[in-house]
Nanobody, 121 residues
C-alpha cells in the first residue's frame, strides 16, 4: 500500500520561499511518475507539477518558472521548491502518484494528508 506523507508547509510572506517534502513508502519514486497538487479553499484540487520516471518535468502554467519539482531516489522522497510565492499560492498541497505524459498528467492512487501553505501579502 502506497503511503504519502507531506511536510514543509507553513506561513510565509509574499515573495518568500518554501520547500515541501513528500516521503513515499510502498512504491519507488525512481520508477514511478510523481506529482504535486494543491487545493485552495472553495476550489477544486489542481495539478501543479510532475516528474516522470525518466526525470522530465512538467508544470502548471501558474507556477512555471517559480516552482521546481525534484526527487531523491535514495530517500524515496519528492520535493517541491517554491519561490516568489504569491497570496494566490495559498492552499493545501498534496503529493501523488501520477500517470500520463507531458501536458496531461492525472492523479493515481491515494492521497496523503497534505500540508498547508499560507502566503501573506
Amino acid at each position: 500500500q502506497v503511503q504519502l506523507v507531506e511536510s514543509g508547509g507553513g506561513l510565509v510572506q509574499a515573495g518568500g520561499s518554501l520547500r515541501l517534502s513528500c516521503a513515499v513508502s510502498g512504491t519507488t519514486v525512481s520508477t514511478n511518475a510523481m506529482g504535486w497538487y494543491r487545493q485552495a479553499p472553495g476550489k477544486q484540487r489542481e495539478f501543479i507539477a510532475a516528474v516522470a520516471s525518466g526525470g522530465s518535468t512538467d508544470y502548471a502554467r501558474s507556477v512555471k518558472g517559480r516552482f521546481t519539482i525534484s526527487r531523491d531516489n535514495a530517500k524515496n522522497t519528492v520535493y517541491l521548491q517554491m519561490s516568489s510565492l504569491k497570496p494566490e499560492d495559498t492552499a493545501v498541497y498534496y503529493c501523488s502518484q501520477v500517470f500520463g505524459f507531458i501536458g496531461s498528467y492525472s492523479h493515481e492512487g491515494s492521497w496523503g494528508q497534505g500540508t498547508q501553505v499560507t502566503v501573506s501579502s
